[in-house]
């Protein structure tokens, strides 16, 4: 009896899905290639903001511990040189000076670069946050955005669905005109549009 009904739930299967055609799975696929492909979009734009800020901390910590050294540097420059007298030799003076010179000069290299570093963090930092929010809500017509704080670090559980929702027996899952036309404009701004733009292109039958 057991057997029987597996075989009949086998039959039952390819009744249903057997007579679809190729064209029409890709119609079904597409939906979820383009949810997967917007939830990707929005996962890096957070991922891209986390990495930025985690350089910016770094550059930031590194300049002011530079710029730091550099001062108690400049200090010792100023006692060293107070502290020599004319019977000082030469040689001592020249080897002592030159020394904290070229700290001096290292430091002021590293500074620079802390600095070059700062400003460049600070501008991708500042693009990131922003596309992160333009996305959010240009997706928001079209999908739910849910993120759980709770969940334990090491990326963002993002779930994003679909406002629309289909059953699973439905061949095809037309959109909304209002959130087909959203949908394409959300295509633009992934990095493959092309499963969201086909998607937001089929009628309902």
């Known amino acids: 009896m057991n057997h029987l009904r597996v075989i009949i739930g086998v039959l039952?299967?390819?009744w249903l899905f057997g007579g679809r055609s190729g064209a029409d799975q890709n119609k079904l696929n597409v939906r979820e290639l383009c949810r997967i492909e917007v939830s990707g979009t929005l996962m890096n734009a957070y991922n891209d903001v986390d990495l930025y800020e985690g350089h910016l901390s770094k550059a930031t910590e590194k300049l002011k511990d530079a710029r730091l050294k550099l001062m108690l540097l400049d200090?010792?420059?100023q006692r060293l040189i107070q502290s020599f007298s004319s019977s000082t030799p030469a040689f001592e003076v020249d080897e002592r000076v030159l020394t904290l010179r070229f700290e001096q000069r290292t430091l002021?290299?590293?500074i620079r670069e802390s600095e070059q570093a700062v400003e460049l963090n600070e501008k991708l930092l500042k693009e990131r946050r922003a596309f992160r929010s333009q996305f959010s809500e240009l997706i928001t017509p079209v999908f739910?955005?849910?993120i759980d704080k709770q969940a334990q670090q090491g990326g963002y559980p993002l779930a994003i669905a679909f406002r629309h929702s289909c059953s699973q027996y439905q061949l095809l899952c037309a959109l909304p005109r209002d959130q087909a036309e959203a949908l394409r404009k959300i295509a633009r701004e992934v990095s493959n549009p092309q499963a969201c733009e086909r998607y937001s292109s089929i009628l309902s039958p």
């Open 144 to 146: 739910t955005i849910t």
């Open 12 to 14: 039952c299967g390819l």
């Open 75 to 77: 200090r010792e420059y």
């Open 108 to 110: 002021e290299g590293q």
